[in-house]
């Protein structure tokens, strides 16, 4: 099957406006690349955030029976919906106009998309609850967060909450020459593999306030952070939280915490303040 020429939809849609988070990929070779990635993953209904002038939407469009597509920008929507038009009377093709952070989403098997980076950790959270796999294109530095691990200057509460809900890989690292406009930073694929971690917590929000709360107190001891930022955790009970926990947890600092130490004092903490 013949895909369409990135380079020939950016011309006929108009040059992205970086302001607008709009670098679309020109490089045929990541393009191809990126669906395979998601090859594992049942592709029955893809969802795409952000499918700018379409080049990645072709792809998906011939590896997958229907995909829905959400973009804010409504001169992209229009140019998309001429474009794509035999794909949409098929009813292979949804476009949805509207902010990813805002749009109900709809049922979906699998998200692939290359993200708009100034929403693209809020969106992943977003995505990340629906326990779906994704094929997703972050910044780099922002990939290396979600797959830090502990004791990493990288690991933090992006790496914790992401990997709270799935298995999360680096699968290729992507330089700016492959988008037109041309980023300033460089760019990573990253596959998102949903799974039930394996301790327990009490509730996730709860389990993701606490991370985020100790590790605004990241050169701290847990000890101290758990004293610290009590309106951040709502921990109602920090001292009785603090005595109930082994030295082995709350002398370190939140950055070598393993993500099953986190739980077990977001458990604590719950079973305290009941
Ligand atoms: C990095 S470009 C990717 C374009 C295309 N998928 C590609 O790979 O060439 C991100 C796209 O997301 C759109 N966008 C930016 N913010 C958005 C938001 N909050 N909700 C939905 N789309 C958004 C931009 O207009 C742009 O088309």
Known sequence: MTTRD????VAAAG????????????????LDRIPEYASAFDLS???????????????????SDHVT?????????????????????DGRLTILEGDAMEIDLPEYSV??????????TAVTFRLLRRQRPAVLMF??????????????????????????????????????????????VDSAIVTVTP???????????????LVKALFTQRRKTVRNGIRNTVHISGIEHPEAV????????????PDALEPAEFAEIAVTAARIDA
């Not at 040059?15 to 990541?30: A, E, I, S, T, Y």
């Not at 933090?156 to 330089?175: F, K, M, N, W």
Request: glycine content about 6%; charged content about 25%; overall charge negative.
């Open 69 to 89: 597509v959400i973009e804010r920008d409504a001169a992209l929507v229009a140019f998309l919906e001429t474009e794509f038009a035999e794909a949409v009377a």
């Open 195 to 209: 799974r039930t971690p394996e301790y327990e917590v009490p509730d996730d929000q709860a389990f993701l306030d």
């Open 45 to 63: 209904h893809v969802l795409e955030i952000g499918p700018g002038a379409g080049a990645l939407t072709d792809r998906l469009l011939a590896v």
């Open 242 to 253: 603090i005595d109930a926990l082994p030295d082995s947890i709350v002398g370190k600092r």
């Open 6 to 9: 990135p380079d020939r939809l």
């Open 111 to 120: 998200c692939i998309s290359n993200l708009p980076y100034g929403i693209s």
């Open 139 to 184: 910044q780099a530095e922002v990939a290396e967060r979600l797959v830090a691990t502990p004791g990493t200057s990288d690991y933090g509460r992006l790496s914790v909450g992401a990997q709270h809900y799935a298995d999360v890989e680096i699968v290729e690292p992507v330089p700016p020459e492959a988008f037109d406009p041309q980023p300033a």
């Open 15 to 30: 040059r992205g406006d970086p302001n607008q988070d709009q670098h679309f990929l020109v490089d045929d070779r990541v």
